[in-house]
C-alpha cells in the first residue's frame, strides 16, 4: 500500500524551510549538510496579539486556528470569518464572529514541557473534564502499515533533522502529515487543518514522533481523538491522564514492538507478527539519513 491516502503531507523539496550549511565532521573534513529553518509568527485573534512561536510557518492559518482551539481561545463552534496571513509582517489573524478578550489569560501563562512555545496547562486539563471517547478499534495490521508508511514518507526529517512529525489517520490510511520544530506546533497544524476542514475525530488515530507527554495525551482528548501512537517513550503522567480519560495509549511503537499503558481494550491482534519487518536503518528516525 502507497501514501496516496494523504490529503496534505510535508514538501522536503519547499526551498524555504531548509538551508545548506557547511562546517565539518569528526574528522575536521569538510562537508555540506541541510537545517531546518525557524521562523518567528506572531497569532492575533481579532484585534488582540495572543503568541509568538517559533515555525517552520509552512502552514500558518493552520498554525494559528489550531493554537488558538488547544489553548480554548477558539471554540469548536466558534464562527471564523476569515484568517489572514501577512508574509512580511510574519503575522496570522484569526477573526471571529464572537468578541473575545483574553488579556487576564494572557498575564498568567505557565509554561509546560513542550519546545518551542509551551501551554496554558490549565485550559488544556478542562479537557479531562467529562470526557468520552469513542471505542474506535485499532487493528494491529493497521499501526504496521500505518508506521512503515509514515517512516518511509519523504519529511523534512528525513531530509535535515531537527524537527517533530505528526500524522492524523483513519485504520491504515494517513491522511494528514504536519512537521514542526516544537511538537506542539505540530498537533496545533493538525487541529487547525481539521478544524478548517470539518474533520471528524471519532476514528482517527493520532500519531506522533515526540514523547507521550501530559501535554501530548490531554491535547489528543481535547482534539476527540481516541487513540495516541508514539515511536518514543512515556511519561508517568501522560499514562495516568490517558488511563483516566480512556485514551489508548501506544509508545515505543518500531518496527514489530510497541507497547500499550492505556486503552488496550480497543487493541485487535489480528497481525502475525512474524510477518512484519523490522524498521529499516535507512529510515531510522534518529537524524537525517545524511548525518547517519
Request: glycine share 6%; charged share 25%; proline share 3%.
Amino acid at each position: 500500500m502507497s501514501g496516496d491516502h494523504y490529503l496534505i503531507k510535508p514538501d522536503p523539496r519547499d526551498p524555504r524551510l531548509t538551508e545548506r550549511v557547511s562546517g565539518i565532521d569528526q574528522t575536521g573534513a569538510r562537508v555540506e549538510t541541510s537545517v531546518t529553518v525557524e521562523r518567528a509568527l506572531t497569532i492575533y485573534l481579532n484585534a488582540q496579539e495572543i503568541v509568538t512561536a517559533m515555525t517552520i510557518n509552512d502552514y500558518p492559518a493552520y498554525l494559528a486556528l489550531g493554537f488558538l482551539l488547544n489553548q480554548n481561545m477558539l471554540m469548536p463552534d466558534d464562527v471564523v470569518t476569515s484568517v489572514d496571513y501577512d508574509d512580511d509582517l510574519s503575522v496570522a489573524v484569526v477573526r471571529t464572529e464572537r468578541k473575545t478578550d483574553y488579556e487576564e489569560k494572557l498575564r498568567k501563562r505557565p509554561q509546560t514541557s513542550g519546545c518551542a512555545q509551551g501551554t496554558t496547562f490549565g485550559d488544556l486539563m478542562e479537557a479531562l473534564e467529562d470526557v468520552k471517547l469513542p471505542d474506535t478499534e485499532l487493528r494491529t495490521s493497521w499501526l504496521y502499515e500505518l508506521t512503515h508508511q509514515i517512516n518511509t514518507t519523504p519529511s523534512l526529517y528525513l531530509e535535515a533533522g531537527a524537527i517533530h512529525g505528526c500524522v492524523l489517520a483513519r485504520q491504515d490510511k494517513p491522511l494528514a502529515y504536519m512537521e514542526d520544530v516544537g511538537r506542539h506546533n505540530a498537533v496545533d497544524k493538525i487541529a487547525g487543518w481539521m478544524f478548517q476542514n470539518k474533520v471528524s475525530a471519532h476514528d482517527k488515530i493520532f500519531y506522533t514522533t515526540g514523547r507521550l507527554t501530559s501535554e501530548m495525551v490531554i491535547k489528543t482528548v481535547r482534539m476527540g481523538i481516541p487513540i495516541l501512537v508514539s515511536r518514543s517513550g512515556f511519561t508517568a503522567w501522560g499514562v495516568e491522564l490517558a488511563r483516566k480519560a480512556n485514551l489508548t495509549l501506544i509508545g515505543r511503537a518500531r518496527g514489530k514492538r510497541f507497547i500499550a499503558l492505556a486503552g488496550e481494550q480497543r487493541i485487535v491482534f489480528d497481525q502475525d507478527i512474524d510477518s512484519v519487518q523490522e524498521e529499516s536503518g535507512r529510515f531510522r528516525r534518529k537524524a537525517a539519513m545524511h548525518d547517519e
